[in-house]
Structure formats: structure tokens, C-alpha cells
């Protein structure tokens, strides 16, 4: 089916590790974003992707890498896992057509660093 | 810069009331704003958005909502509540000046509706 999957949709892992979570989607937006949720911070974006093979920062991009090699993949990583990084964490994406076209969002990835 | 808050951490209503969750914006150009649900584990939800043209904005769900310029408002309402309204709600806002393409969202307002 058409629309925009995350994965793992939970995650427990250790500080120091390396974590990557996956997104991938199937209409061919040309817009892809990651943003974490928070009590008391509703959603901060952290990295956003105009096209493949260009990124840039968001909000809170410290910690944070990203790629994007083709055009319905964005894998968000944490090269070392910090405790203040444990969020869920949502995938978005939108069309280039017009720049007032809503995101659509994946159902999340929980993650809990410990 | 572009900010968005909402008031509101919760809004308790009664099923078949009316119901109001409240936004405001503020941008130095003109704004795009939108409203999101989101359920339990889920993502968010697009339920409707302003870009221009009439302040009386109709989405998906029953829900409306209404620009105010000079209020720099765009409060969600809707007319008869239904228990299975009860979710979060977003607002978000993107400055028409903003040469990139970031979202800002508010905090959350969390919707309860009793039988």
C-alpha cells in the first residue's frame, strides 16, 4: 500500500551504541522530514530533506546524521546514543508542488536509550 | 522567526458540546497554518489547513477552523463533540518569508471527551 512506513517501531538499546531508524516512502515526495516528540516540546524538527542528496538542519540536529541516497528513503542515525535522546521519533514527507501542502507522517519509532 | 503556542495543555468537554481548541501564531510575513490529530501510537494526522482567501476553514471530521489576523489566532472548533474526538491536537505554522520549508509546531493540546 502507498504511504510512509518507519521502522523499527520500537527500539531499546544502550548509550554509546549506534541506532538507525529507517523511513521509507512510497509516494515519490520530493520532501522528507524527522522530527522528535516530547512532553512539554510537542514536535522539534531535526533534519529535513528537499530532494535526494540534499539535507539540512533543523531545530535540534546535534547527535543526528542523515542520508539520502534515493528519493523514498531517509534514515535518520544516532552515532552514539545519549540517554536525552530517548523520544519518539516521526517521519514526514510532502510533495514539491506547492509549498502549502500538509505533511504526511509515519506512525513513529519509540526509543528508549538506556 | 515563526512561533506557535497553545494555551491549552487539555480541554475537557462533554459529548455533544461544542468544542474549541485554541492557537496563535506569529510570523513577519503572512502565515500557512495547519491543524494535526494524533491517536495513541499513531503519527499525526492532517485535519485541515489556511492559506489564503476565506477565514472560515472547513477540514476533514466535522472540524473547522477560523483565521483571525489581527488576533493572530486560528482557533479549531468544532459543533457537536464526539467521544471519539479525544486525541491530541497540533498546530503548526510556516512563514510565507521562510525561505525553507520548516513547519513549527505548537506544544500539543490534549482533547477529552466524556459521555
Known amino acids: 500500500d502507498a504511504g510512509i512506513t518507519q521502522s523499527p517501531r520500537y527500539k531499546i538499546t544502550e548509550t554509546g551504541r549506534q541506532v538507525t531508524l529507517m523511513c521509507h516512502q512510497t509516494?515519490?515526495?520530493?520532501?522528507m522530514f524527522w522530527y522528535r516528540q516530547d512532553l512539554g516540546h510537542g514536535l522539534r524538527l531535526i533534519y529535513y530533506?528537499?530532494?535526494?542528496?540534499?539535507?539540512d538542519k533543523g531545530e535540534v540536529p546535534d547527535g543526528y546524521v542523515v542520508s539520502r541516497s534515493k528519493t523514498e528513503n531517509f534514515p535518520l542515525t544516532l552515532e552514539s546514543a545519549t540517554r536525552s535522546q530517548t523520544s519518539v521519533y516521526f517521519c514526514?514527507?510532502?510533495?514539491?508542488?506547492?509549498?502549502?501542502?500538509?505533511?504526511?507522517f509515519g506512525d513513529g519509532t519509540r526509543l528508549s536509550i538506556l | 522567526a515563526q512561533s506557535v503556542a497553545q494555551p491549552e495543555d487539555q480541554v475537557n468537554v462533554a459529548e455533544g458540546n461544542p468544542l474549541t481548541v485554541k492557537c496563535t501564531y506569529s510570523?513577519?510575513?503572512?502565515?500557512?497554518l495547519f491543524w494535526y490529530v494524533q491517536y495513541p501510537n499513531r503519527g499525526l494526522q492532517f485535519l485541515l489547513k489556511?492559506?489564503?482567501?476565506?477565514?472560515l476553514v472547513k477540514g476533514s471530521y466535522g472540524f473547522e477552523a477560523e483565521f483571525n489576523k489581527s488576533q493572530t489566532s486560528f482557533h479549531l472548533k468544532k459543533p457537536s463533540a464526539l467521544v471519539s474526538d479525544s486525541a491530541l491536537y497540533f498546530c503548526?505554522?510556516?512563514?510565507?518569508?521562510?525561505?525553507?520549508?520548516?513547519?513549527?509546531f505548537g506544544g500539543g493540546t490534549r482533547l477529552m471527551v466524556k459521555p
Open positions: 530533506s528537499a530532494a535526494a542528496d540534499i539535507t
Open positions: 503548526a505554522v510556516r512563514d510565507t518569508r521562510n525561505a525553507g520549508n520548516m513547519l513549527t
Open positions: 489556511y492559506i489564503t482567501g476565506d477565514n
Open positions: 510570523v513577519s510575513g503572512n502565515p500557512y
Open positions: 514526514a514527507s510532502r510533495p514539491d508542488t506547492l509549498p502549502n501542502q500538509p505533511q504526511h
Open positions: 509516494w515519490s515526495h520530493s520532501y
